[in-house]
C-alpha cells in the first residue's frame, strides 16, 4: 500500500479518482435524461406523438436494448466510471499492479468518450491518469 510520504502512484490515483466521479456523473446525467419519462424522453422527446417521430419514436427508433442506442451508451457511461473508480482506488493500494489498473483506467476512459466521457474532461483526466499509472516505476 502507498505511504503518505509520496511512494506509489498518488497523482495516477488522484488523477483517476476524479476521473471516475466526473465519468460516473455523467454516465448517472445521461440515464436520467434517457429514461423514458415524457418530460425528458431521449430523443425527440421521448412520447411525442405527431411529426417525423410518428408516435412512440417512430423513425427516430435506435437499435439496441432498452429501445435504443442511447440507452445503451448511458449504461456504457455508468459502467465505466465505476470501473474507473475501483481501478483509481487498486492504483492506490496495489501499487506494484499499477501498470495493470493503468491499462484498465487508461481503456474505460477511453470508452467512456462514447457515453458523455465525464463531459469530455473525465475522460482525458482518466487517459492521463492511466499513463501516469502504466509508466510509473517504484523508487528505489
Known amino acids: 500500500m502507498a505511504t503518505p510520504s509520496g511512494e506509489g502512484p498518488v497523482a495516477s490515483f488522484v488523477l ?3 476521473a471516475g466521479l466526473l465519468v460516473l456523473a455523467g454516465g448517472a446525467l445521461v440515464t436520467s435524461f434517457s429514461s423514458g ?21 417512430g423513425m427516430m427508433r435506435g437499435f439496441g436494448f432498452g429501445g435504443g442506442w442511447f440507452y445503451g451508451l448511458a449504461a456504457l ?7 474507473i473508480l475501483v481501478g483509481a482506488v487498486m492504483i492506490y493500494n ?20 462514447f457515453g458523455m466521457g465525464g463531459f469530455f474532461f473525465g475522460s ?6 492511466g499513463v ?7 523508487g528505489a
Open 16 to 18: 483517476s479518482l476524479i
Open 77 to 83: 457511461g455508468v459502467v465505466s466510471g465505476i470501473v
Open 124 to 129: 482525458i483526466l482518466g487517459v492521463v491518469g
Open 94 to 113: 496495489q501499487p506494484t499492479k499499477a501498470s495493470t489498473w493503468g491499462a484498465i483506467v487508461f481503456a474505460f476512459s477511453i470508452a467512456s468518450l
Open 132 to 138: 501516469l499509472a502504466i509508466v510509473w516505476k517504484p
Open 37 to 57: 419519462l415524457p418530460q425528458y424522453g431521449g430523443m425527440m422527446g421521448g412520447y411525442y406523438y405527431g411529426g417525423l417521430t410518428g408516435g412512440y419514436y
